[in-house]
C-alpha cells in the first residue's frame, strides 16, 4: 500500500494477479494460474526471477499435468498476443521492452539491490545510488548484483528439487 500509494508504483497490482496465480496454482487449475502469473508479468516484470521455482512446482511438484501446462500456456500466450495488439504491431514486444530494461534502460542499481550499493558506497545522506555501469573489484554493479543474487537464489532451487524428488514436497503438504 505504502509503495502504491505514496511512491505511485503499480506493484500492488502485479503482486495481486501472482497471488492469484498461486491460489490457482495450490487448487491445480493450470490455465488461470499461468494466465495470472502472465498478466503479473504483463503489467511488472517484478516476479520474473520466480519463473524456475513456479516451474518447479507446476511442472515436476505435481500441480500439474505436462498437457494442460502446455495447452494454458499456449492459450495465454495468444491472449497477451491480443490483449497487446491495440497498442502494439510488434507481437514479441514484451520480449523486447524485457531485453531494453535488463541491458541498462534501468539505471538505477537499487533495481537489482534495494540500497545494498548505497551502504557500500555511499553512506551518507544522498538521493542518487550509484549507477549500474560503476565498476567495483573489476566487475559491474549489475553483473554483481546478479551474480550475489545467484549465490542466494541457486540453493533454494536445488532444496526445492531435492524435496520435489524424495516426494517431500507435494500438492497434499
Known sequence: IYNSTVWGQIDSINNLFFYISLLFLVKKKAFPSILFYALS??????FLPLVPLYLL???F???FKRTSFAISLVATSLILLLLSLPFSTNPLWLIDVSLMASS???QDITINAFNFWWLIFSPAIRTNPPDVSAVF???KLSTWG???FAVFYLPVILCVWRL???KKLTTEA
Open 137 to 139: 573489484l573489476g566487475l
Open 57 to 59: 512446482f507446476a511442472l
Open 61 to 63: 511438484g505435481g500441480f
Open 104 to 106: 541498462g534502460q534501468s
Open 41 to 46: 508479468l504483463f503489467v511488472k516484470l517484478s
Open 146 to 148: 546478479n551474480m550475489i
Open 164 to 166: 520435489i524428488k524424495k
